[in-house]
């Protein structure tokens, strides 16, 4: 967990970046070459407020002016540079040779001979408040002693570490060349891994363990450096340095720290130092960047995606400081700054401070003279057309904006059946473009196709102003599915129950992880058990979605078109006569014209070829003979084109089961039959369901009282299938006469 607090980083040495380095422990160079004062560049062209340095990071907050740090990493240093509130020039800090910094919250820098705080022995003060005094160095190596706060300039808390690895608070003072050492009582005699705040008032608070070896337990204690004892005392889940990652902060009214929970889950535990009543503060989780500080009666925190927040630790009120910050620092006065941006005055460095009611108030005390853009939609990442079949499904959209602190809402809406598909884009990591991939589907079904109404409106995360909108249509695309009747390029399966009501699942046009599925199941309507067959023929209508062939007991044929929405327009009659014929399939295009035809079997065992003409008040030519013998066969299923040949195949199961394959001579005839295999008996229905998986070839669902299987086709005509399991209609074999 990394929280984007400065102190969290300061403290223990110049930020992770010092860390990350690892920079190893060792003696430091003199104190005037290791701290040595220079000129930073500045440009305080026509500024009342002093400049922070573009592109440093903010290292900590002192009573008169503020510290900075950037990072060589062609070097591999970091340099401290202070920067004074009342325009003085501004100091540049070279960094120490194999040790780091560490800041208090006051104007006094440390160099020392480690990169973490806690363990620098050898150490040297420098007063940024009288740049021209001479650095005061401390031996603590001597004591066996390591750094915990500054407490003046020339006087720090220490830790002493004592024969039986336990540790004492000293205050250590450099007088001239005299050394003296006070000792802070009213601590267990076992404390071990202090660490400690921000100096203020004269009193330091300090976290560290306690109990037995096998039992050791988080404290807090308050340090009255003048009086030279603890006079409060907290516990907490954590205890030494080397276990949080969070600083340890405190006000006149209110001591608070960081938590974590087993969930990851981060909080402020904040106590009141009158009446001890504690109360948690929900950040996030240990992924987000938080800082936090006390201001008075107030805990101040945010994160670098989300304003500046002031809670109220006595009323529980919040208030929005109207700040874009991404790092926080505390200062020695009780007061603590913020680095962002605010819409009014743009970038720079913000002080918090409780105002005369004890409210915290915001005034900007350091200006990058960087102002922030007005928010705007600059430029639009997309195509006006989606065709998902040459994208594998997927839209990637995008806008770049004039910022980056602002949230972009979008809304896709199919201007057809008033779909809609929304979603909410935060800052990116790096940059202003805000982006995200569609995956085709709304409400957890392919979306269909047709012009879409794209809406974006981004909004400011401070929400001050008015939010920036664009908009503009995008055409989704895909080629045409027979057996679709949403169209939205996934294949529907129909199937009639007992009461004759006919349902429709849609699949997934891409079937998620391989399995085919249901994504959604609609009732079309009661009134389908009047017919003897149902057939799904295709496009017999001139539309890109599939239409429905029925023939009553009469021996009427009606046509059902379907109007791309689900559902379909009122039948037509479209022939008579169709009483003679037990077994009928449509949908494949048997002669290569690029219609859907249709073929029946009479009693006689005659198959009749049914030319498709593209006209649905008459879809079919007059019959053509094809040949005899079909009698043999209790099931066909025109399945397209499974094999590669010149035009749509189709299946025949016998009585015996076995399953056997015409492939399409491309004249409406079949060229001689293959055997595909036997045990197809265990099915009562077979769907020739069109391209199931988006490999290119047409496939075929079979559906029985023994469970329903998917099978692929392979392109093979000696091995057409390879069967899949899919829970398509599971535990429904025996629910449903017609599935087409």
Same mark, same amino acid.
């Given at each position: 967990?990394?929280?984007?607090?400065?102190?969290?980083?300061?403290?223990?040495?110049?930020?992770?970046?010092?860390?990350?380095?690892?920079?190893?422990?060792?003696?430091?160079?003199?104190?005037?070459?290791?701290?040595?004062?220079?000129?930073?560049?500045?440009?305080?062209?026509?500024?009342?407020?002093?400049?922070?340095?573009?592109?440093?990071?903010?290292?900590?907050?002192?009573?008169?002016?503020?510290?900075?740090?950037?990072?060589?990493?062609?070097?591999?240093?970091?340099?401290?540079?202070?920067?004074?509130?009342?325009?003085?020039?501004?100091?540049?800090?070279?960094?120490?040779?194999? *040790?780091?910094?560490?800041?208090?919250?006051?104007?006094? !820098?440390?160099?020392?001979?480690?990169?973490?705080?806690?363990?620098?022995?050898?150490?040297?003060?420098?007063?940024?408040?009288?740049?021209?005094?001479?650095?005061?160095?401390?031996?603590?190596?001597?004591?066996?002693?390591?750094?915990?706060?500054?407490?003046?300039?020339?006087?720090?808390?220490?830790?002493?570490?004592?024969?039986?690895?336990?540790?004492?608070?000293?205050?250590?003072?450099?007088?001239?060349?005299?050394?003296?050492?006070?000792?802070?009582?009213?601590?267990?005699?076992?404390?071990?891994?202090?660490?400690?705040?921000?100096?203020?008032?004269?009193?330091?608070?300090?976290?560290? !363990?306690? $109990?037995?070896?096998?039992?050791?337990?988080?404290?807090?204690?308050?340090?009255?450096?003048?009086?030279?004892?603890?006079?409060?005392?907290?516990?907490?889940?954590?205890?030494?340095?080397?276990?949080?990652?969070?600083?340890?902060?405190?006000?006149?009214?209110?001591?608070?720290?960081?938590?974590?929970?087993?969930?990851?889950?981060?909080?402020?535990? @904040?106590?009141?130092?009158?009446?001890?009543?504690?109360?948690?503060?929900?950040?996030?989780?240990?992924?987000?960047?938080?800082?936090?500080?006390?201001?008075?009666?107030?805990?101040?925190?945010?994160?670098?995606?989300?304003?500046?927040?002031?809670?109220?630790?006595?009323?529980?009120?919040?208030?929005?400081?109207?700040?874009?910050?991404?790092?926080?620092?505390?200062?020695?006065?009780?007061?603590?700054?913020?680095?962002?941006?605010?819409?009014?005055?743009?970038?720079?460095?913000?002080?918090?401070?409780?105002?005369?009611?004890?409210?915290?108030?915001?005034?900007?005390?350091?200006?990058? *003279?960087?102002?922030?853009?007005?928010?705007?939609?600059?430029?639009?990442?997309?195509?006006?057309?989606?065709?998902?079949?040459?994208?594998?499904?997927?839209?990637?959209?995008?806008?770049?904006?004039?910022? !980056?602190?602002?949230?972009?809402?979008?809304?896709?809406?199919?201007?057809?059946?008033?779909?809609?598909?929304?979603?909410?884009?935060?800052?990116?990591?790096?940059?202003?473009?805000?982006?995200?991939?569609?995956?085709?589907?709304?409400? *957890?079904?392919?979306?269909?196709?047709?012009?879409?109404?794209?809406?974006?409106?981004?909004?400011?995360?401070?929400?001050?102003?008015?939010?920036?909108?664009?908009?503009?249509?995008?055409?989704?695309?895909?080629?045409?599915?027979?057996?679709?009747?949403?169209?939205?390029?996934?294949?529907?399966?129909?199937?009639?129950?007992?009461?004759?009501?006919?349902?429709?699942?849609?699949?997934?046009?891409?079937?998620?992880?391989?399995?085919?599925?249901?994504?959604?199941?609609?009732?079309?309507?009661?009134?389908?058990?009047?017919?003897?067959?149902?057939?799904?023929?295709?496009?017999?209508?001139?539309?890109?979605?599939?239409?429905?062939?029925?023939?009553?007991?009469?021996?009427?044929?009606?046509?059902?078109?379907?109007?791309?929405?689900?559902?379909?327009?009122?039948?037509?009659?479209?022939?008579?006569?169709?009483?003679?014929?037990?077994?009928?399939?449509?949908?494949?295009?048997?002669?290569?014209?690029?219609?859907?035809?249709?073929?029946?079997?009479?009693?006689?065992?005659?198959?009749?070829?049914?030319?498709?003409?593209?006209?649905?008040?008459?879809?079919?030519?007059?019959?053509?003979?094809?040949?005899?013998?079909?009698?043999?066969?209790?099931?066909?299923?025109?399945?397209?084109?499974?094999?590669?040949?010149?035009?749509?195949?189709?299946?025949?199961?016998?009585?015996?089961?076995?399953?056997?394959?015409?492939?399409?001579?491309?004249?409406?005839?079949?060229?001689?039959?293959?055997?595909?295999?036997?045990?197809?008996?265990?099915?009562?229905?077979?769907?020739?369901?069109?391209?199931?998986?988006?490999?290119?070839?047409?496939?075929?669902?079979?559906?029985?009282?023994?469970?329903?299987?998917?099978?692929?086709?392979? $392109? @093979?005509?000696?091995?057409?299938?390879?069967?899949?399991?899919? @829970?398509?209609?599971?535990?429904?074999?025996?629910?449903?006469?017609?599935?087409?």
């Amino acid at each position: 967990m990394q929280l984007r607090t400065t102190r969290s980083r300061l403290a223990t040495a110049v930020t992770a970046v010092l860390a990350v380095i690892a920079l190893g422990a060792g003696t430091p160079a003199t104190a005037p070459a290791a701290f040595a004062t220079t000129s930073a560049p500045s440009e305080q062209a026509d500024a009342a407020l002093p400049v922070y340095p573009e592109g440093f990071y903010l290292a900590g907050a002192g009573t008169s002016g503020f510290f900075t740090y950037d990072y060589d990493k062609v070097n591999r240093i970091t340099d401290l540079v202070w920067t004074p509130y009342d325009g003085g020039a501004s100091k540049r800090l070279r960094h120490p040779k194999k *040790g780091g910094y560490a800041l208090a919250g006051n104007d006094v !820098a440390v160099v020392g001979d480690d990169s973490w705080s806690v363990s620098m022995q050898s150490i040297t003060l420098w007063n940024m408040a009288d740049p021209a005094a001479p650095g005061v160095h401390i031996d603590l190596d001597a004591l066996d002693g390591g750094y915990l706060a500054t407490l003046s300039p020339t006087s720090v808390l220490a830790q002493i570490w004592k024969a039986d690895d336990t540790a004492e608070l000293v205050v250590v003072t450099k007088s001239g060349a005299t050394t003296t050492t006070r000792k802070m009582t009213g601590l267990p005699t076992d404390a071990t891994d202090f660490s400690a705040s921000t100096v203020l008032g004269g009193s330091v608070l300090v976290r560290y !363990a306690a $109990g037995p070896p096998e039992a050791r337990t988080g404290h807090r204690a308050l340090i009255d450096v003048a009086a030279g004892t603890a006079t409060e005392t907290y516990s907490s889940a954590k205890s030494g340095y080397n276990e949080d990652s969070g600083h340890l902060t405190f006000s006149a009214a209110h001591v608070a720290w960081l938590d974590q929970t087993d969930s990851n889950s981060i909080y402020v535990t @904040s106590v009141d130092r009158k009446t001890g009543e504690e109360k948690k503060t929900f950040l996030g989780h240990e992924t987000n960047e938080w800082y936090y500080e006390l201001v008075g009666d107030w805990l101040v925190y945010g994160a670098y995606w989300a304003p500046a927040k002031a809670l109220s630790l006595t009323s529980g009120e919040t208030r929005d400081l109207g700040v874009m910050a991404s790092e926080s620092a505390p200062s020695a006065d009780g007061s603590a700054v913020l680095r962002g941006s605010r819409d009014a005055d743009g970038d720079g460095l913000f002080r918090v401070a409780a105002g005369p009611d004890g409210i915290p108030a915001v005034t900007k005390v350091a200006e990058t *003279g960087r102002v922030m853009p007005p928010l705007e939609i600059r430029q639009v990442h997309a195509s006006g057309t989606a065709d998902l079949d040459k994208t594998a499904g997927k839209v990637a959209l995008g806008w770049t904006l004039s910022r !980056a602190d602002a949230y972009l809402d979008v809304t896709l809406t199919h201007t057809a059946t008033g779909k809609e598909f929304t979603k909410r884009l935060t800052a990116p990591a790096s940059g202003t473009r805000f982006s995200f991939t569609w995956d085709g589907v709304i409400g *957890g079904v392919d979306a269909p196709n047709g012009t879409y109404a794209v809406e974006a409106e981004a909004t400011l995360l401070d929400g001050v102003g008015e939010p920036a909108r664009q908009g503009w249509s995008m055409d989704v695309v895909r080629t045409a599915d027979p057996h679709d009747y949403t169209n939205n390029g996934s294949t529907d399966i129909l199937a009639r129950d007992a009461s004759g009501v006919l349902w429709r699942d849609d699949l997934r046009d891409r079937p998620v992880n391989g399995q085919v599925t249901s994504a959604q199941r609609a009732k079309i309507g009661g009134g389908w058990g009047i017919y003897k067959q149902i057939e799904a023929v295709g496009n017999v209508g001139g539309a890109a979605p599939g239409d429905v062939i029925a023939v009553d007991g009469s021996g009427v044929q009606w046509l059902y078109l379907a109007k791309g929405d689900g559902t379909f327009a009122p039948r037509v009659q479209v022939g008579t006569g169709w009483q003679v014929y037990n077994k009928l399939t449509g949908g494949s295009d048997l002669d290569g014209d690029g219609r859907a035809d249709l073929v029946a079997t009479d009693g006689a065992g005659v198959l009749w070829f049914y030319k498709g003409t593209g006209n649905y008040a008459k879809p079919y030519a007059p019959r053509v003979k094809v040949g005899g013998g079909w009698q043999t066969y209790n099931h066909i299923t025109a399945v397209g084109n499974i094999a590669g040949t010149a035009a749509g195949d189709m299946v025949a199961r016998d009585t015996y089961g076995v399953l056997w394959l015409y492939q399409g001579n491309g004249r409406g005839g079949f060229s001689t039959r293959v055997k595909v295999g036997g045990g197809w008996g265990v099915f009562s229905q077979f769907v020739g369901a069109g391209d199931l998986d988006n490999d290119g070839r047409p496939d075929l669902i079979a559906y029985g009282a023994g469970g329903t299987y998917v099978y692929r086709s392979t $392109g @093979s005509s000696t091995a057409p299938f390879s069967r899949r399991t899919t @829970s398509l209609y599971t535990g429904e074999g025996a629910k449903f006469n017609n599935v087409i």
